[in-house]
């Protein structure tokens, strides 16, 4: 698509948003999403289905998704531009927007270090437990930091860079099929005994997906902030997710902290690996440097989404 779709997309997120307004009259595309995953899940993966069988439902789950989401997204794109004309590309830019997380990822990880740095635990637990998944009751304030600059991490490839790979390469039904996938796997790709075998093919899927999205946004970051480049060379293959590691490594490097370690999910204690040789106790301070490293990095990526439709 020659014309600047992702660039536009991105400046409409970064200003906007996704409004709490406009979510509480129509809701979010994802919530669709969750809505076919769950009903697939409740109907197909019955525990008294062998283990081949719910495996083979999971990967039926994840190709109905990429048939409806991406099919219904490539038809509306195509509707647009043929009927649209010049203004097409804009109009594909507005139903891209949703897709992307810039300012939802930065309002929702501000709130952790405006509570921790005047020594409020209880405010800055609750907080942080909207963003992460592991337990939180427990966490002291180097965690809650830690737990708050992991997440940002992560989620600047599954929430930013990734859409917008996949919609700069393949427009409107490459972010929606992305992001349908990125939900299978945050509800169905966990290694527990109930989403083992079902959700095998989301998981699978989604770190195929976002296997270039997480070297991009480690190399984004380290080019943000020089000085994560030999952590992430380092430490990237320590996280348990092929692709995790990547932003992650970069963020602790360039911001001379430890990341992971030791992490507590339904209170069962993980030991998780370090990565990073820097500090351990990392403060509320240290996540306003991430969030002034996240948004550098951000508009690195905008540089490069311009340059993408000037170069088309």
Known sequence: MAEPVALAALALDATLGWPGKLYRRIGHPVGLFAAIIGTCEKLWNRRERGFAARRTLGVLTVLLLVILIGGTAWLIQSLLLHHLGTWGWLAVALLAWPALAQRSLFDHVRPVARALAPGNLPEARREVGKIVGRDTEQLDAPGIARAAIESLAESFCDGVVAPAFWLLLLGLPGVW??????????????????????????????????????????LL????????????????????????????????????????????????????????????DANAGDIARALHLYVRACLLLWIIAGVVAWAR
Request: charged share 20%.
């Open 221 to 280: 970051l380290c080019l943000a902030a020089p000085g994560g480049w030999r952590t992430l060379l380092r430490d990237s293959h320590k996280h348990a997710s092929p692709n995790a590691g990547w932003p992650e490594a970069a963020m602790a490097g360039a911001l001379g902290l430890r990341l992971a370690g030791p992490i507590a999910y339904d209170g069962a204690v993980q030991n998780k690996p370090w990565i990073g040789d820097g500090r351990s």
């Open 177 to 218: 099929t992305y992001k349908a996938i990125n939900t299978a796997d945050s509800m169905i790709g966990h290694r527990e005994e109930r989403w083992r075998a079902f959700g095998w093919a989301a998981a699978r899927s989604d770190d195929l997906l976002n296997l270039i999205p997480a070297r991009l946004s480690g």
